[in-house]
């Protein structure tokens, strides 16, 4: 074992774990010209050690592992599922932790609307956590805060995508019986470059329409207004005119937005997440939960648009019993519209055109040149793919 070594951005999946167990403090994470973090090295002060090597996820690998049971499921109060994702399966979870003195850990907005892991203790605190955030998040030193309130007893669920929880059981060396780990069905995280470019266009654009000047007050990735598989992108805007405060929601359908036409494209993913080394049960996690697309075919008697979960049992030891898993289903038949259980993003062919284009012209001129059939914006993509 040595000092870690990162000579391709594909090795590397930014979960922070060498950072965080570092002993010498030889190691921070540095933004590249992508938006993405990536460990650099000081040698002056690094003895060595090797757990570096030892903590990543990329570098040990687990095997595949299929869930042991498979479930639909779906928080019973309606209003927490409309404000989540899918069914709201990660509140029931929290609340259980919560309920028994522990700590929950997860992905909130910051002041800047930047995604960063956090923690709570109270019930109140877990609406911060609920919803899709669709920016690789800021994991910070929330591994050694997780050992930290493991060594005194408390129980902890932390939940992240499958690199991180697979970060964080590397970091911790050791099971922990008052652990719970979720991760979920991740498609892939983007650039948080991406999105802050993205973002600052977005209230630019915004403030110019309204001729006034608008504070950005929520971000909705996953709004339900329109339905759970026609789901919408809504900010909200606060704005004081004539003393009169008013807000004001800016919404589009998912598929009229263009920062989500840009993710599920997969043009802006980090580029480890073409080859993830997480899927398949390989994080560790004890449950893994999503949508569950495809309910309307295979069970149309619980499908109201207003969003259902699968979530697969990785280990059942750790399962809290009577936590909303309404039915018990097949992991194929699971899994048959949500291939990103086992299968990794494909690169889009312009993924590299998109991200020089962003760091020259913004967002919205980028977005234009990779989506235009112009004469001039066919002839970009043609020379980028010739050369």
């Known amino acids: 074992w040595g000092m870690i070594k990162i000579t391709h951005a594909e090795q590397c999946c930014g979960c922070s774990s060498c950072v965080q167990i570092c002993p010498k403090q030889s190691i921070t994470f540095v933004e590249d010209?992508?938006?993405?973090?990536?460990?650099?090295?000081?040698?002056?002060?690094?003895?060595?050690?090797?757990?570096?090597?030892?903590?990543?996820?990329?570098?040990?690998?687990?095997e595949e592992k299929s869930p042991s049971k498979v479930y639909l499921g779906k928080h019973p109060?309606?209003?927490?599922?409309?404000?989540?994702?899918?069914?709201?399966?990660?509140?029931?979870?929290?609340?259980?932790?919560?309920?028994?003195?522990?700590?929950v850990f997860g992905a909130r907005f910051n002041e800047v609307w930047e995604v960063i892991h956090d923690y709570t203790e109270t019930k109140e605190g877990l609406a911060q956590f609920r919803g899709s955030k669709y920016v690789q998040s800021v994991i910070g030193d929330s591994y050694k805060y997780v050992k930290t309130f493991l060594n005194s007893g408390r129980k902890v669920l932390f939940t992240?995508?499958?690199?991180?929880?697979?970060?964080?059981?590397?970091?911790?060396?050791?099971?922990?019986?008052?652990?719970?780990?979720?991760?979920?069905?991740?498609?892939?995280?983007?650039?948080?470059?991406?999105?802050?470019?993205f973002l600052?266009?977005?209230?630019?654009?915004?403030?110019?329409?309204?001729?006034?000047?608008?504070?950005?007050?929520?971000?909705?990735?996953?709004?339900?207004?329109?339905?759970?598989?026609?789901?919408?992108?809504?900010?909200n805007y606060s704005r004081e005119t004539n003393n009169v405060k008013q807000t004001i929601e800016h919404s589009s359908v998912f598929t009229d937005n263009p920062y989500m036409d840009v993710f599920l494209s997969n043009l802006i993913l980090r580029p480890s997440c073409y080859q993830c080394p997480s899927k398949s049960g390989k994080s560790?996690?004890?449950?893994?939960?999503?949508?569950?697309?495809?309910?309307?075919?295979?069970?149309?008697?619980?499908?109201?648009d207003q969003g259902l979960s699968v979530v697969f049992v990785n280990n059942e030891h750790k399962i809290i019993p009577n936590v909303g898993l309404i039915h018990e289903v097949a992991y194929w038949d699971a899994i048959q519209n949500n291939s990103s259980a086992e299968n990794s993003a494909c690169k889009h062919p312009y993924r590299e055109l998109f991200m020089k284009l962003l760091s020259k012209y913004g967002f919205a001129k980028s977005?234009?040149?990779?989506?235009?059939?112009?004469?001039?914006?066919?002839?970009?993509?043609k020379f980028f793919s010739y050369i």
Not at 39 to 45: K, L, W
Not at 78 to 96: K, P
Not at 200 to 223: D, P, Q, W
Not at 285 to 292: C, L, P
């Open 160 to 197: 992240g995508t499958p690199c991180q929880v697979a970060g964080l059981k590397r970091f911790l060396q050791k099971d922990y019986e008052n652990l719970l780990t979720i991760d979920f069905i991740c498609h892939g995280v983007p650039s948080p470059l991406v999105w802050r470019k």
């Open 367 to 381: 977005y234009f040149y990779l989506t235009s059939n112009n004469l001039l914006c066919r002839i970009v993509r």
């Open 284 to 304: 560790g996690a004890d449950i893994t939960i999503g949508d569950f697309w495809g309910i309307e075919s295979l069970l149309p008697e619980y499908d109201d």
């Open 33 to 62: 010209m992508e938006g993405f973090l990536y460990p650099q090295i000081n040698t002056s002060t690094c003895s060595d050690c090797g757990l570096c090597e030892k903590v990543c996820p990329v570098l040990n690998q687990a």
């Open 200 to 235: 600052k266009e977005e209230i630019v654009h915004y403030n110019i329409a309204g001729s006034n000047t608008s504070v950005l007050t929520g971000v909705n990735f996953r709004s339900k207004s329109t339905g759970w598989k026609n789901f919408s992108v809504v900010f």
């Open 77 to 103: 109060d309606d209003f927490i599922r409309v404000q989540s994702s899918s069914g709201g399966l990660f509140s029931l979870f929290a609340e259980q932790i919560i309920e028994l003195g522990g700590v």
